[in-house]
């Protein structure tokens, strides 16, 4: 029986790639801002409907500049209930992380968990956009500005999402994107951040390349984050096919969503009217009132070969970096333990056929 993952990642035909690895070999030009790295710049600027966004090797180094590029030190406020990556960031630039408990119907930071957890020390606020489903932008805007605090989303959920027809990335002060292996748009690794203004991109784009400015001119201590010619050659092709594969994703969504709509025990986690978004995870919560627990049923379905993940169990805050922090307490946190103990990501990929589906489905019912 073939085994089913959480994801599988999404790949042109192999023939389609190899134009373009012809052009890399004439060329020559491999990394450093290539023409394909500028292409895709321009290319996704214009399909994600935002001004400004600079290429990275990964999420986790778009994160990382993203929090440099702002200069944001001290404390900041955001969610134990996310990958690793979110926490780990504001580790690689010395900042302390403060968690606050999550809305139990997005998974999303709380809003109203925010003020009280802000100190003379805190500069930002860190949401996730978790799962893809926009978090209360207006809210946080809004806490931001009466206290003088950046917001920096951690959006490697939110690739190509939108609300009321406008790209979830344009909140906030930046927004960093994953095009990992296992997101909707890959670029095998990779990632990229949005920012709003020229200056921003271009103090980005010097600290992703050791802090150049120019061939004499270091601004920063930067790092070296920039994407290839190879990945980005890839992201062209890629964003070329991905409303196919949004359209697939959507189909398999809803079939999931008409399959468990009601069951007793499993609840879903829905999106808003006015968001479109890019079905990059299936979630389930299984409570109290389904016949097993979440880990039962986690290992029920891979003994039947179906390996459904629990993203984000342990949460960040139970992790030895994180679990001494004051705000680390489960009592701080009940919303995000309890969804970490119920939820489990079924498999969503555009490959995953109608019967492979139902196999999954299957495990759920019998
Ligand atoms: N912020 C957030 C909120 C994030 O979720 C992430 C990444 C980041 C920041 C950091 O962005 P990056 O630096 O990664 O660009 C996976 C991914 O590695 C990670 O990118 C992602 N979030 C996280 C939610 O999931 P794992 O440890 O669960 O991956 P892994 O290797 O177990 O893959 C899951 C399944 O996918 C495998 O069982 C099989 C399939 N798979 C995976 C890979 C890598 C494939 O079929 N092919 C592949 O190449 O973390």
Request: proline share 6%; hydrophobic share 45%; glycine share 6%.
């Amino acid at each position: 029986m073939k085994t089913l993952f959480v994801t599988q990642p999404d790949l042109p035909p192999l023939a389609d790639f190899i134009p373009y690895l012809e052009q890399i070999w004439e060329r020559k030009i491999l990394t450093n801002n290539g023409p394909f790295h500028q292409q895709l710049e321009a290319a996704l600027c214009q399909y994600l409907g935002v001004e400004h966004l600079s290429l990275f090797t990964n999420g986790m180094q778009a994160l990382v500049t993203m929090l440099q590029a702002a200069r944001i030190g001290g404390e900041v406020i955001t969610t134990p209930y996310s990958f690793v990556a979110t926490a780990h960031a504001l580790h690689w630039n010395g900042i302390k992380p403060v968690f606050v408990d999550v809305d139990p119907a997005t998974g999303n930071m709380d809003p109203a968990a925010i003020e009280s957890a802000i100190t003379p020390q805190t500069t930002a606020i860190l949401p996730v956009h978790v799962y893809g489903n926009p978090c209360n932008h207006t809210e946080i805007q809004r806490i931001a500005n009466v206290y003088g605090l950046k917001v920096m989303y951690d959006a490697a959920h939110t690739f190509g999402v939108t609300e009321a027809g406008k790209s979830i990335t344009l909140y906030g002060d930046m927004s960093a994107l994953s095009f990992h292996a296992t997101k909707v748009f890959n670029t095998f690794e990779g990632g990229a951040i949005v920012c709003h203004d020229l200056e921003t991109k271009k103090r980005i784009d010097y600290l992703k390349n050791f802090g150049f400015a120019d061939e004499i001119t270091v601004v920063a201590p930067g790092t070296n984050a920039k994407m290839n010619e190879f990945q980005a050659s890839l992201g062209l092709l890629q964003l070329s096919r991905i409303n196919d594969a949004m359209a697939l994703r959507a189909a398999i969504d809803k079939r999931y969503r008409e399959a468990l709509h009601g069951l007793k025990g499993i609840q879903l986690i829905d999106f808003a009217a006015n968001v479109v978004p890019n079905y990059s995870y299936f979630p389930i919560l299984v409570n109290e009132d389904f016949g097993m627990t979440r880990d039962a049923l986690y290992q029920k379905m891979r003994d039947q070969g179906v390996f459904a993940r629990r993203y984000f169990y342990p949460l960040i805050s139970e992790f030895p970096a994180y679990r001494g922090l004051p705000s680390s307490k489960r009592d701080n946190l009940p919303n995000a333990f309890r969804m970490a103990s119920q939820v489990l990501c079924l498999p969503i990929f555009p490959a995953l056929t109608v019967d492979e589906q139902a196999r999954v489905i299957a495990c759920i019912f019998d």
